[in-house]
Structures are given as C-alpha cells and as structure tokens.
C-alpha cells in the first residue's frame, strides 16, 4: 500500500502560479510512474502530466509549456509547478502512483481555485 498526501493547493488569480506537491509513504517511491490528474465540478478525471521512473515526462496539450512535473526521489516527492494558470485549470488536482505492477494509488486532492 502506498499513502499519497498533496498540498500547495489554493485560490489564484488568472497568470498566476501554484506548486502542488505530493508525498509518497513508501521509499520504493522511485520506481514508481508518478502523474497528476485534475476533476472539475461536473466533469471526468483527466490526466495532466506524468514522469516515469526514469524521469520522462508527459504533458496534457492543455498545460505544455505552462506546467512542469518534477520529483525528488530522496524525498519520496513529486511536484506540479504551474504557471499561467487559467480559469480552466480550476479544479480538484490529485496525485497518482503507479506500481511496476500496474496498480494505482491515489491521493485525497487538493483544490485549485483561479479567479478572473
């Protein structure tokens, strides 16, 4: 079982910046794909961005160039530093890990808010 605890979510207004930040329980942290999702009000999860254990990143059209995924194995964590934020990006953000067994955990969320 692995626990994941986000922070560093919070209420924004339109250009401005916000760093998530998600904290793994288990040190087997670094073999494990990491990812952020986000869930607006009415609408399905959708993924964000994602870094392989081996450090590739991927980002959802919606966010290149905006948001970058970071993680800091010696920490157990993984961040979502997001810049130019938008309406849009309002939503509930949760941290995701995938095992080398394929299996997902997830975090309780955190709240984005941006404001226009």
């Known amino acids: 079982q692995v626990q994941l605890v986000e922070s560093g979510g919070g209420l924004v207004q339109v250009g401005g910046s916000l760093r998530l930040s998600c904290v793994a329980s288990?040190?087997?942290?670094?073999?494990?794909?990491m990812a952020w999702y986000r869930q607006a009000p009415g609408k399905q999860r959708e993924f964000v961005a994602s870094s392989t254990s081996g450090g590739v990143t991927n980002y959802a059209d919606s966010v290149t160039g905006r948001f970058t995924i970071s993680r800091d194995n010696a920490k157990n964590t993984v961040y979502l530093q997001m810049n130019g934020l938008k309406p849009e990006d309002s939503a509930v953000y949760y941290c995701?890990?995938?095992?080398?067994?394929?299996?997902?955990?997830w975090g309780q969320g955190t709240q984005v808010t941006v404001s226009s």
């Open positions: 288990r040190t087997i942290f670094s073999i494990m794909n």
């Open positions: 995701n890990a995938r095992s080398v067994l394929k299996v997902d955990f």
